[in-house]
């Protein structure tokens, strides 16, 4: 298993300057943006893709570092109602699919999106609860519009043999392990979970269990190493669906965390064994959102941690059990 880095908190350093420094921390893997929410400061897509002799440069520069890219990103809604914002999305995934295939990547990382309540509306609408009856209506609308969307995805990713890891997440169509493995069954192997552990935690959900879950089905293509701790006193009064903002920390219910300050180290060396029971042996991706610290000492207290939890080898026969 391999520890990894989601690029953007380095936006301020060339693609060359965040290999150096990360190499310097012992990390193995990067995931650099190409598009949409993470942008593309490492990794320019329309600079790269097509282009023979740039993607040589970056192979030659990861050779050089000693690392290599587990993924690509590029987070957006291309379920999106408005024409234009959807199309954007579409091309920025389909050619992030195209470039991870002429990179040698094997996988690209993304949101499910969300569409619209019904084809008239003109925002995406998240949808909680089944009642009132036309809630449920609108859920069942959008899944239409997903299962069309994913099918035609998956396909093209198929035919540039790239998997598609889907971030659970809120304001998004799939942002639990139920709707992920339902969107998978109903489009194709290609679509899977890119797990990311820091939206299902203040959900109440289980991590090991979820897990255990997406591991069954073989839908684990990523995994997010990100962290978030509830904060009681908040969350007793207003339950954990908070708007407030992200920067207002003393008053939100729940905040996104470095690795170890929203669980311990115990905790995480129990993802790194459950992913290893359930037979993923990818790339753990640290993703940095911790407004508590700065960026890099974010990354390197994670890094500290995971490095010590991570298995470096592989399983060695059970002689014990002859």
């Given at each position: 298993?391999?520890?990894g880095v989601h690029t953007p908190p380095l936006a301020d350093e060339s693609l060359e300057?965040?290999?150096?420094?990360?190499?310097?921390?012992?990390?193995?893997?990067?995931?650099?943006?190409?598009?949409?929410?993470?942008?593309?400061?490492?990794?320019?897509r329309a600079e790269y893709l097509h282009d023979a002799d740039a993607q040589a440069a970056?192979?030659?520069?990861?050779?050089?570092?000693?690392?290599?890219?587990?993924?690509?990103?590029?987070?957006?809604?291309?379920?999106?109602?408005?024409?234009?914002?959807?199309?954007?999305?579409?091309?920025?995934?389909?050619?992030?699919?195209?470039?991870?295939?002429?990179?040698?990547?094997?996988?690209?990382?993304?949101?499910?999106?969300?569409?619209?309540?019904?084809?008239?509306?003109?925002?995406?609408?998240?949808?909680?609860?089944?009642?009132?009856?036309?809630?449920?209506?609108?859920?069942?609308?959008?899944?239409?519009?997903?299962?069309?969307?994913?099918?035609?995805?998956?396909?093209?990713?198929?035919?540039?043999?790239?998997?598609?890891?889907?971030?659970?997440?809120?304001?998004?169509?799939?942002?639990?392990?139920?709707?992920?493995?339902?969107?998978?069954?109903?489009?194709?192997?290609?679509?899977?979970?890119?797990?990311?552990?820091?939206?299902?935690?203040?959900?109440?959900?289980?991590?090991?269990?979820?897990?255990?879950?997406?591991?069954?089905?073989?839908?684990?293509?990523?995994?997010?190493?990100?962290?978030?701790?509830?904060?009681?006193?908040?969350?007793?009064?207003?339950?954990?669906?908070?708007?407030?903002?992200?920067?207002?920390?003393?008053?939100?219910?729940?905040?996104?965390?470095?690795?170890?300050?929203?669980?311990?180290?115990?905790?995480?060396?129990?993802?790194?064994?459950?992913?290893?029971?359930?037979?993923?042996?990818?790339?753990?991706?640290?993703?940095?959102?911790?407004?508590?610290?700065?960026?890099?000492?974010?990354?390197?207290?994670?890094?500290?941690?995971?490095?010590?939890?991570?298995?470096?080898?592989?399983?060695?026969?059970?002689?014990?059990?002859?």
């Amino acid at each position: 298993m391999q520890l990894g880095v989601h690029t953007p908190p380095l936006a301020d350093e060339s693609l060359e300057g965040a290999l150096s420094y990360l190499a310097e921390q012992g990390v193995d893997a990067l995931e650099p943006g190409v598009g949409g929410h993470p942008g593309q400061d490492h990794l320019p897509r329309a600079e790269y893709l097509h282009d023979a002799d740039a993607q040589a440069a970056v192979h030659d520069l990861l050779e050089e570092y000693g690392l290599e890219i587990s993924a690509l990103a590029t987070h957006n809604n291309p379920l999106h109602p408005d024409d234009e914002r959807a199309a954007t999305a579409d091309t920025e995934l389909r050619e992030a699919i195209e470039l991870a295939d002429q990179l040698d990547v094997g996988v690209v990382t993304c949101f499910s999106g969300l569409p619209a309540g019904g084809p008239d509306d003109e925002v995406p609408n998240w949808i909680t609860a089944p009642w009132p009856p036309e809630h449920d209506e609108a859920l069942s609308y959008q899944w239409d519009v997903a299962v069309d969307y994913w099918t035609d995805i998956a396909a093209h990713a198929d035919e540039h043999d790239v998997d598609v890891a889907i971030e659970m997440h809120p304001n998004m169509l799939v942002y639990e392990p139920h709707g992920m493995a339902r969107l998978r069954e109903e489009t194709g192997e290609r679509i899977g979970a890119n797990f990311d552990p820091s939206h299902l935690y203040w959900q109440g959900i289980t991590i090991s269990d979820a897990i255990r879950y997406l591991g069954e089905r073989d839908a684990i293509h990523h995994v997010h190493a990100k962290d978030t701790k509830i904060y009681d006193a908040q969350a007793r009064e207003k339950g954990v669906l908070d708007t407030t903002a992200y920067d207002d920390e003393p008053n939100r219910s729940w905040l996104f965390r470095s690795v170890g300050y929203g669980h311990g180290e115990t905790h995480w060396k129990d993802i790194v064994s459950t992913l290893r029971m359930v037979g993923y042996d990818g790339t753990l991706s640290i993703e940095h959102e911790d407004s508590l610290t700065s960026s890099r000492e974010g990354l390197e207290k994670a890094i500290d941690l995971l490095q010590r939890a991570l298995f470096e080898t592989e399983p060695g026969e059970a002689y014990w059990a002859e």
